[in-house]
């Protein structure tokens, strides 16, 4: 099994930044893929930005290509989602996916989750 943490979800003004973090526990040597989405109010859950495990080749989506940098630090098993420039429309509830796969942006070939955390981008 494998377990997931976000953290550093919060409040910020528009145009502000923040990182999420993702710390991954148990049987993560096998991963993959991580990927980050989020899921806004009355909104579907979608991919916001993946990257390979090893570190080569990482994807956006269009709405925050050039904003949202992903990245790991594999002595730490984590990832973070630096967030600059941000919009009001950027507010979602920002969830980590692991895949045992070498996958990007469909949401059902992820195997692990975690919990999401809060953005919210005031205007």
């Known amino acids: 099994q494998v377990q997931l943490v976000e953290s550093g979800g919060g409040l910020v003004q528009a145009g502000g930044s923040l990182r999420l973090s993702c710390a991954a526990s148990?049987?993560?040597?096998?991963?993959?893929?991580m990927g980050w989405f989020r899921q806004a109010p009355g909104k579907a859950r979608e991919f916001v930005a993946n990257?390979?495990?090893?570190?080569?080749?990482?994807y956006y989506a269009d709405s925050v290509k050039g904003r949202f940098t992903i990245s790991r630090d594999s002595t730490k098993n984590t990832v973070y989602l630096q967030m600059n420039s941000l919009k009001p429309e950027d507010t979602a509830v920002y969830y980590c996916?692991?895949?045992?796969?070498?996958?990007?942006?469909?949401?059902?070939?992820?195997?692990?989750w975690g919990q999401g955390t809060q953005v919210t981008v005031s205007s």
């Open positions: 996916a692991l895949s045992l796969r070498t996958v990007v942006a469909v949401e059902d070939e992820y195997d692990y």
């Open positions: 990257m390979r495990w090893g570190g080569f080749g990482s």
């Open positions: 148990g049987r993560t040597f096998s991963t993959a893929s």
